[in-house]
């Protein structure tokens, strides 16, 4: 059919479109993947704290939400709005929303990691403040640029000097917040290692685990940074943006899913060792450290001495035993 209209205008239509499909169709396969994690964690894990379960619930609400606005803009453009491509000049209200909540999701992960953070590196208040104030850095960034889109909804503004300077802070800030989280994860669980190999070896699958968590998202971030900035007009953004906070949702339960993998293959009790997943904090028990993780309490501490003491002690049993 003929429109009259001219032929860049409707190739450049047609990109925009396949880029916001292709962006869909990835965010709706990981949030398939949030569901399946979700039902595991809360099956597996029935003994978690309220809080933390809320707190999962929460981040699978906002990513439920934000696959729905994803799904309502993309059928605005192909269905509602079909035979009138100018109506893509035009931001929909529900990808203007999705901006604000997927913002909202990595803010909460990477506060999440860093008070485990926090905890890991016996309050370091230095290097925990920096990386909370990166974390307030990108939601402070990514709710502005949604506020800007929201009084200008036209893709002219992702051309502007203060959308291309929010989208610098925002991206910029929480990539190397990423970087940071999975690089403090790996330097203060390798200063924990221990005598004992089968811990240091459940040390070493952790510190991976962190890396690939960090280079995930950090790429992901990376990649929505330069096309923003360098192809504002082409929306190939778009691929990377929308399944950008299903990423961050699937890294959280992805690591307190690996718990049960982790105790089953190293023997190791996580809940009472120095190895744990239990720390006290102020608000009560929370039961959500996935990583090794300093003991406050000296209970716990002659605890661990004493699982030390028996594995050397067992070990030498066999030595003496042996036949000479």
């Not at 403090?184 to 005598?195: D, I, K, V």
């Not at 940074?225 to 992805?254: G, H, Q």
Request: with cysteine.
């Amino acid at each position: 059919m003929d429109l009259g209209l001219p032929p860049a205008l409707i190739s450049a239509t047609k990109e925009s479109l396949a880029y916001q499909v292709i962006g869909c169709n990835l965010a709706t396969a990981l949030f398939g993947i949030t569901l399946l994690q979700t039902y595991i964690y809360y099956r597996r894990y029935v003994k978690d704290s309220i809080v933390l379960k809320t707190f999962v619930a929460v981040l699978v609400c906002l990513d439920t939400s934000t696959t729905i606005l994803t799904v309502h803009g993309l059928y605005t453009y192909v269905v509602g709005d079909y035979l009138n491509p100018l109506k893509l000049l035009d931001i929909v209200w529900s990808l203007r929303v999705e901006n604000g909540l997927g913002v909202t999701t990595s803010f909460l992960v990477q506060c999440y990691f860093g008070q485990r953070l926090w905890i890991l590196s016996r309050k370091n208040i230095v290097f925990t403040a920096l990386i909370f104030l990166l974390a307030f850095s990108n939601f402070g960034a990514g709710i502005g640029l949604t506020a800007l889109m929201q009084m200008n909804p036209s893709v002219f503004v992702f051309s502007t000097v203060k959308a291309r300077i929010l989208i610098g802070v925002c991206n910029g800030c929480s990539s190397l917040c990423d970087a940071l989280i999975a690089g403090g994860l790996c330097y203060f669980l390798h200063t924990g290692r221990s005598g004992v190999k089968q811990s240091n070896r459940l040390i070493d699958k952790l510190m991976v685990y962190a890396i690939q968590r960090g280079l995930l998202t950090t790429i992901c971030q990376i990649l929505h940074l330069t096309t923003s900035l360098a192809l504002p007009d082409r929306f190939i953004f778009l691929v990377f943006v929308l399944p950008e906070n299903k990423l961050y949702t699937n890294c959280l339960l992805a690591t307190l899913n690996i718990r049960h993998t982790l105790t089953n293959t190293n023997g190791i009790d996580l809940s009472s060792r120095c190895l744990v997943f239990n720390n006290s904090t102020a608000s009560g028990t929370d039961v959500s450290q996935t990583y090794p993780a300093p003991i406050d309490s000296e209970a716990n501490d002659s605890k661990a001495a004493d699982f030390d003491l028996r594995i050397l002690k067992s070990q030498r049993g066999r030595k003496t035993s042996e036949p000479k």
